[in-house]
């Protein structure tokens, strides 16, 4: 029983570097969303999806893409890092629909750092 | 803009106090209000409200949403050293845009 998956857990870039957070859920959820959390602070929404093929952006959608080719992944691409970008990010999935009647389903969030 | 804003940003309680947390928010198309609590790792779920002056409770743990005033509160009685955390609200719009508050950070002192 996965549920949502997010590799990697850590991860050090240089500014300038590009990668790509990875987030799988195996509960067939329509739903996913990418959220990023700074020291003491909430949760702001980066970007989200309601299905395969759509995508739409949150609070703080710039520097990041997304896609959603499946409905099981939802990666989250940072094109070139940089400093402002040092965060824990968590991605999180629930039904359509859903997404207001029941919790969300949270993965356990990666840690970056861009140096 | 939308917006979900949390009252006080940090509080400091003895243990046995009661406390009160606040959420407001202003949405386009509103739908739900969800409480969650944040301790190490991701943020586990307290509570959901969707009708106006129906308190939900859990135990010391107890939440109402008024839909006239945009808000909602969070009440914890007889607290103990365990409810240190992170208290976030999140509010879900029409669109499943799910928004989060900026969270009240709880520390509860022996």
């Known amino acids: 029983n996965a549920g949502v998956t997010q590799t990697p857990k850590f991860q050090v870039l240089k500014t300038g570097q590009s990668m790509t957070l990875q987030c799988a859920q195996d509960?067939?959820?329509?739903?996913m969303s990418w959220y990023r959390q700074d020291p003491g602070m909430g949760l702001r929404l980066i970007h989200y999806?309601?299905?395969?093929?759509?995508?739409d952006q949150g609070e703080v959608p710039n520097g990041y893409n997304v896609s959603r080719s499946t409905t099981e992944d939802f990666p989250l691409r940072l094109l070139s890092a940089a400093p402002s970008q040092t965060s824990v990010y968590f991605c999180?999935?629930?039904?359509?629909?859903?997404?207001?009647?029941?919790?969300?389903?949270f993965g356990n969030g990666t840690r970056l750092t861009v140096t | 803009e939308d917006k979900v804003v949390q009252s006080p940003l940090s509080l400091v309680v003895h243990e046995g106090d009661t406390v009160t947390l606040n959420c407001s928010y202003e949405v386009t198309n509103f739908r739900s209000l969800l409480w969650y609590k944040q301790e190490k790792k991701a943020p586990t779920f307290l509570f959901m409200l969707t009708s106006s002056g129906i308190e939900k409770k859990s135990g010391r743990l107890s939440s109402i949403l008024d839909k006239k005033e945009l808000s909602s509160i969070l009440n914890i009685t007889a607290t103990q050293t365990g409810d240190s955390a992170i208290y976030l609200c999140a509010v879900v719009e029409g669109n499943e845009k799910l928004t989060f508050g900026t969270g009240t950070r709880l520390t509860i002192i022996p």
């Open positions: 999806s309601v299905g395969a093929g759509i995508t």
């Open positions: 509960m067939n959820h329509e739903y």
């Open positions: 999180a999935s629930s039904y359509v629909g859903q997404v207001g009647n029941s919790p969300l389903h």
